[in-house]
């Protein structure tokens, strides 16, 4: 494949902490109906050893569910599931999520430039949200949460 230039999620997980996660997951699943629930289910097991901040892990869920969504009803052509890519990242601060796919790409380059409300959702839940339309084709969405 042809490096456009995009970064891997690995490079962006880094690049937005600044610091070694305290816990992560990666994982690559299809994305079929299914997809959504377990990724909620992984970023439930990751986050269960966290203190407090239950309105964080609340808001982290319903950003996770969206997302996933997204990926499932606009990234693949129907009956046709690729791949969708979630990476956690959780230091003492933060929760950085990545949720990426190889689909057709949404078009769109900010949460305001969105159709529905799950890009404002996810812009309203956390504290920083990118939307990456990647050069060999997909979207990459990045969202942070503080924890504290």
């Not at 909620?40 to 808001?59: D, F, I, P, S, W």
């Amino acid at each position: 494949m042809i490096d456009t230039g995009t970064p891997t999620h690995a490079q962006l997980v880094a690049d937005s902490i600044g610091e070694a996660p305290s816990a992560s997951l990666h994982v690559s699943l299809p994305a079929d109906a299914d997809a959504p629930e377990y990724a909620c289910e992984m970023t439930a097991a990751l986050l269960g050893h966290v203190r407090g901040a239950e309105t964080v892990k609340k808001n982290a869920l319903l950003i996770v569910s969206e997302l996933a969504r997204n990926v499932v009803m606009h990234a693949y052509e129907l009956g046709e599931p690729g791949p969708l890519v979630m990476d956690l990242a959780l230091t003492a601060a933060t929760l950085t999520i990545l949720v990426s796919d190889e689909g057709r790409g949404t078009g769109v380059s900010s949460p305001e430039a969105g159709s529905g409300v799950g890009w404002k959702l996810v812009a309203e839940l956390s504290q920083d949200f990118t939307i990456i339309q990647r050069g060999e084709g997909g979207t990459l969405v990045q969202a942070r949460l503080n924890l504290r």
